[in-house]
Structures are given as structure tokens and as C-alpha cells.
């Protein structure tokens, strides 16, 4: 069931940049609180699930078969027309929106046993990647955003999981609300 508090904010066009610091030279801003997110290793909902006094909730915006953006399709290395599973989720601390989240799942990614990656439902994707160990993640990219208002994202990360020759793409989008 979509959110309410998420929905209207979107996630915005985002530039990449293949490392923090190059990006940090576009915007300084992300040296500040958001440094600590966009760096953070391992899983970003166990980290934010520590951050929760009471609750933590994923919330799916959308989900289904979808044509991904031009770059994204370049950089998974899938055609450019191909469909590919997007699922689109907003994460909640405390019943406040803090990250939203977008994952691009190749058609090939969901054959055999990735084809749980369509049925993971309100459970985050982080509990089912971080809990398998034939995933591997690759190196972290930091976004910046065209936000349209200052409830929407300023920065983001985003990075490949692999598992043998299947791979999927995870953009995490850090709300101000995270950030305080």
C-alpha cells in the first residue's frame, strides 16, 4: 500500500558521480550529516532500523515490470527497450519518511531463485540481500539531485549487487527528514 507522506515527493533526476569525493566538489553540502549515509557501509536498513525508537516500516510506492531510465540500462549493461523489474519503496523511522528507494532487477536477475526478489512485499530488500551471501555489492556511486522543493532529496547512493553473472542496481534517496 503506497504512503501517503512519500508519494508526493518523488524521486528527482539524479546526476552520478563514481565517488563521494567528486561529488563533494559539486556540492559541498554532502560533507555534512548526509556524509555519514552516503559512506555508510554494509546495510542502510539495519542502519536505519537502529536509528528507530519505536517502528520502521517499507512502504512500496510502485512495483512491477517497467522500462528502466536510458542510464540506468547503460549501466547494468541491459538493453535500452528491455523491461526489467522496478520497485520503488519508501522507508519509514518512527512513521517518518527518511529514504526512498529505488532497485532495477534485470529480466535474467529473476530467473531461478532470484525470481523472491518479486515477491519480497513490505520486507525490505537490504534483509534479503545482506542475508545471502552469494550477493556482493560493488562500489558506491553518490548522486546528486535536481530537487523541484526542499522536501525532496539532495543527495543519493546508489550501487550494483552481483550474484555469479545476475546483477540488479539499488539508488538510495536521503530525505531531509533523515537528516534533521
Given at each position: 500500500m503506497?504512503?501517503?507522506d512519500c508519494n508526493p515527493v518523488g524521486i528527482p533526476p539524479t546526476d552520478w558521480y563514481r565517488s563521494f569525493s567528486a561529488a563533494g566538489?559539486?556540492?559541498p553540502a554532502v560533507h555534512g550529516a548526509l556524509g555519514h549515509w552516503l559512506k555508510l557501509e554494509g546495510s542502510l536498513?539495519?542502519?536505519?532500523q537502529l536509528q528507530c525508537r519505536?517502528?520502521?516500516r517499507v512502504d512500496i510506492l510502485q512495483e512491477g515490470f517497467a522500462r528502466p531510465?536510458?542510464?540506468e540500462a547503460r549501466t547494468l549493461g541491459i538493453p535500452v527497450r528491455q523491461n526489467a523489474w522496478v520497485r520503488e519503496v519508501c522507508l519509514n523511522g518512527d512513521d517518518t519518511p527518511w529514504v526512498l528507494a529505488r532497485t532495477i532487477?534485470?529480466?535474467?536477475t529473476l530467473a531461478g531463485r532470484g525470481r523472491r526478489l518479486r515477491n519480497l512485499g513490505r520486507r525490505p530488500l537490504g534483509a534479503y540481500l545482506f542475508s545471502n551471501p552469494e550477493w556482493q555489492r560493488g562500489p558506491f556511486?553518490?548522486?546528486l539531485c535536481h530537487r523541484d522543493s526542499n522536501a525532496q532529496p539532495l543527495a543519493a547512493r546508489r550501487s550494483r549487487f552481483f550474484?555469479?553473472?545476475h546483477s540488479l542496481l539499488v539508488g538510495e534517496y536521503f530525505l531531509p527528514t533523515l537528516i534533521g
Amino acid at each position: 500500500m503506497p504512503s501517503r507522506d512519500c508519494n508526493p515527493v518523488g524521486i528527482p533526476p539524479t546526476d552520478w558521480y563514481r565517488s563521494f569525493s567528486a561529488a563533494g566538489l559539486r556540492n559541498p553540502a554532502v560533507h555534512g550529516a548526509l556524509g555519514h549515509w552516503l559512506k555508510l557501509e554494509g546495510s542502510l536498513t539495519r542502519a536505519l532500523q537502529l536509528q528507530c525508537r519505536d517502528s520502521f516500516r517499507v512502504d512500496i510506492l510502485q512495483e512491477g515490470f517497467a522500462r528502466p531510465t536510458l542510464e540506468e540500462a547503460r549501466t547494468l549493461g541491459i538493453p535500452v527497450r528491455q523491461n526489467a523489474w522496478v520497485r520503488e519503496v519508501c522507508l519509514n523511522g518512527d512513521d517518518t519518511p527518511w529514504v526512498l528507494a529505488r532497485t532495477i532487477v534485470p529480466l535474467v536477475t529473476l530467473a531461478g531463485r532470484g525470481r523472491r526478489l518479486r515477491n519480497l512485499g513490505r520486507r525490505p530488500l537490504g534483509a534479503y540481500l545482506f542475508s545471502n551471501p552469494e550477493w556482493q555489492r560493488g562500489p558506491f556511486e553518490t548522486g546528486l539531485c535536481h530537487r523541484d522543493s526542499n522536501a525532496q532529496p539532495l543527495a543519493a547512493r546508489r550501487s550494483r549487487f552481483f550474484s555469479g553473472n545476475h546483477s540488479l542496481l539499488v539508488g538510495e534517496y536521503f530525505l531531509p527528514t533523515l537528516i534533521g
